[in-house]
């Protein structure tokens, strides 16, 4: 659908950092939240962390204190910041943005996923 573009993943080897870039690609009038949802094989997607437009952020326990998320909520870019990384943070990460248009209505946008692997 390429509403959001991803980049940054990538293999790192453990204790190593990388950071994910997400970019709204499609015509923004307000959003609501941004965020990076993860999926690892066999396991559901899961919230890693996310930021709303008055700069609010929420993490998972498992990345708090070793993940940052920030971004712009004006300009729909939303960035993940991820050091000490750990082989149990390897899967497909995903940008997520909740947008509201001028009518109200909400509608959701996710990434096309960028793979993270962290192995020696």
């Known amino acids: 659908q390429g509403q959001l573009v991803e980049s940054g993943g990538g293999l790192v080897q453990p204790g190593g950092s990388l950071r994910l870039s997400c970019a709204a690609s499609?015509?923004?009038?307000?959003?609501?939240?941004m965020g990076w949802y993860r999926q690892a094989p066999g396991k559901q997607r899961e919230l890693v962390a996310a930021?709303?437009?008055?700069?609010?952020?929420n993490y998972a326990d498992s990345v708090k204190g070793r993940f940052t998320v920030s971004g712009d909520s004006a300009k729909g870019t939303v960035y993940l910041q991820m050091n000490s990384l750990k082989p149990e943070d390897t899967a497909v990460y995903y940008c997520?943005?909740?947008?509201?248009?001028?009518?109200?209505?909400?509608?959701?946008?996710w990434g096309q996923g960028t793979q993270v692997t962290v192995s020696s």
């Open positions: 997520n943005q909740v947008h509201r248009n001028q009518l109200g209505q909400l509608s959701q946008f």
């Open positions: 930021i709303t437009s008055s700069g609010n952020t």
């Open positions: 499609t015509k923004i009038f307000r959003i609501l939240t």
